[in-house]
C-alpha cells in the first residue's frame, strides 16, 4: 500500500481545491499532495507536494495531521494507498497553477462534491468541524464508486 499525503489550505471560511489537470485523479478537485518518495517522511512529502503542485510553502510546524484514509481498488490493486491528511492554515506564497493542479479557493458551503472523490462527502465535512478520522474505503470497478467505508473519529 503506497503512502500519500493530502493537503488541504483553510483560512476562516474557506478551503483551497485544484482541479487536476493530469494522472491519477484527473477532472476531479482535490486537495494538494501526492506520493512519498524513497528516503522522504509523510510531512516531508506533503511539504513538497505544496512546492510542487501550488508554488507555496510551509514548515513542518504549520501542518496539523487530522487523520489517515486506506483506499482498497478492487480491481487495480496496485491503486491501493495508504493517505494522510494534513490542515495547513499557515503558508507562504500565493497558490499558483502548475502542469498537475489548477488551485482555486471554495467556501465550506460551496465545495464541490459532485467533482471530487467519491469518498469525500463523508469524510471531509467531519475533518472540517475539527475531528479527527481514521477510515477505509473499497472502490469498485474504475474507482469512481465504493461499495463500503467505515469511518471512525479518533
Given at each position: ?46 511539504l ?6 501550488i ?15 486506506e ?84
Amino acid at each position: 500500500m503506497k503512502p500519500t499525503t493530502l493537503c488541504l489550505l483553510l483560512t476562516e471560511n474557506q478551503i483551497l481545491l485544484a482541479m487536476k489537470k493530469r494522472g491519477f485523479g484527473m477532472g476531479k478537485w482535490n486537495g494538494v499532495g501526492g506520493k512519498v518518495e524513497i528516503g522522504e517522511t509523510v510531512p516531508e512529502a506533503a511539504l513538497r507536494e505544496l512546492r510542487e503542485e501550488i508554488g507555496v510553502t510551509a514548515s513542518l510546524e504549520n501542518l496539523e495531521e487530522v487523520g489517515s484514509i486506506e483506499f482498497y481498488f478492487t480491481e487495480k490493486p496496485d491503486w491501493n494507498l495508504h493517505m494522510h491528511i494534513f490542515l495547513i492554515r499557515n503558508w507562504k506564497g500565493e497558490p499558483v497553477e502548475s502542469e498537475e493542479m489548477k488551485p482555486q479557493w471554495f467556501s465550506f458551503e460551496k465545495i464541490p462534491y459532485d467533482s471530487m472523490w467519491a469518498d469525500d462527502p463523508y469524510w471531509l465535512p467531519k475533518v472540517l468541524e475539527g475531528k479527527k478520522i481514521k477510515a477505509s474505503f473499497y472502490f469498485n470497478g474504475d474507482g469512481e464508486s465504493f461499495d463500503r467505508h467505515e469511518i471512525k473519529e479518533i
